[in-house]
T-cell receptor, first 111, second 112 residues
Framework: DQQVKQNSPSLSVQEGRISILNCDYTNSMFDYFLWYKKYPAEGPTFLISISSIKDKNEDGRFTVFLNKSAKHLSLHIVPSQPGDSAVYFCAASAFGNQFYFGTGTSLTVIP | KAGVTQTPRYLIKTRGQQVTLSCSPISGHRSVSWYQQTPGQGLQFLFEYFSETQRNKGNFPGRFSGRQFSNSRSEMNVSTLELGDSALYLC???????????FGSGTRLTVV
C-alpha cells in the first residue's frame, strides 16, 4: 500500500526553465513532508521540508507547495541547472513516526 | 562532522545465505532507520531503532531483523537470502526520528 506516490517516473527540463515535481499522499494524518535528492551511488540528501501548518516553504531556488485538501505537494526548482539532474523523493510522516517515501522522479536538466 | 557510515558498500551473496549490514550514525543521533531501495519501488521502510529499541517496523518478513547497540550503531540481518532481496539498503539517522534523516551511501546487496 503506497501511501506516498510520485506518478511521474521521469521528467526532462531545459536548463533555466522551471522544474515541477509532484507528489500525492493518501494519509490525512501526515503532518511533515520532506524532499530528498539522490545521485547515483550516493545516499539521498535532504533538500527541503514543510510542515502541515504551512502551504509554502522556500529555500533559494527550491520551493515546496503543500495543498492539504488535495493531499498534494510539489517541488519547484527555478531556474533548473544541469547539476539538479538526480532522482527526487518526497517523504511524509505523521506525529514524528517513520517516513514513507515515494518511488522517486528522475529529473534530467538539459543544457 | 562525520556522516552516516554504512559498511560494506557492496556485497554479493548466494541464495540461502545470510548477511549482516552495519550502520554507524552521526554522533549524537539516537534514531536509526533502515530502508530498502529497489527500482520502481522507491524506499521501503524496514524498521527504526531508538535507544536500542525497535520503535517502528515496516511490512517485511521476519527474515529481516535488526538491532541497535548502546553507542547507537545499528546492524541489519537478512537470513535465508532470496534473489528478490537484491537491492540498495540505506541507513538513515536522526536525533529523534521525526525531524528528518541523514542517509548513508548505502550497501548494494546482490543475491545470486
Amino acid at each position: 500500500d503506497q501511501q506516498v506516490k510520485q506518478n511521474s517516473p521521469s521528467l526532462s527540463v531545459q536548463e533555466g526553465r522551471i522544474s515541477i515535481l509532484n507528489c500525492d499522499y493518501t494519509n490525512s494524518m501526515f503532518d511533515y513532508f520532506l524532499w530528498y535528492k539522490k545521485y547515483p551511488a550516493e545516499g539521498p540528501t535532504f533538500l527541503i521540508s514543510i510542515s502541515s501548518i504551512k502551504d509554502k516553504n522556500e529555500d533559494g531556488r527550491f520551493t515546496v507547495f503543500l495543498n492539504k485538501s488535495a493531499k498534494h505537494l510539489s517541488l519547484h526548482i527555478v531556474p533548473s541547472q544541469p547539476g539538479d539532474s538526480a532522482v527526487y523523493f518526497c517523504a511524509a510522516s505523521a506525529f514524528g513516526n517513520q517516513f514513507y517515501f515515494g518511488t522517486g522522479t528522475s529529473l534530467t536538466v538539459i543544457p | 562532522k562525520a556522516g552516516v557510515t554504512q559498511t560494506p558498500r557492496y556485497l554479493i551473496k548466494t541464495r540461502g545465505q545470510q548477511v549482516t549490514l552495519s550502520c554507524s550514525p552521526i554522533s549524537g543521533h539516537r534514531s536509526v532507520s533502515w530502508y530498502q531501495q529497489t527500482p520502481g519501488q522507491g524506499l521501503q521502510f524496514l524498521f527504526e531503532y531508538f535507544s536500542e529499541t525497535q520503535r517502528n517496523k515496516g511490512n517485511f518478513p521476519g527474515r529481516f531483523s535488526g538491532r541497535q547497540f548502546s553507542n547507537s550503531r545499528s546492524e541489519m540481518n537478512v537470513s535465508t537470502l532470496e534473489l528478490g532481496d537484491s537491492a540498495l539498503y540505506l541507513c538513515a539517522s536522526s536525533r529523534s526520528g521525526g525531524d528528518g534523516y541523514t542517509f548513508g551511501s548505502g550497501t548494494r546487496l546482490t543475491v545470486v
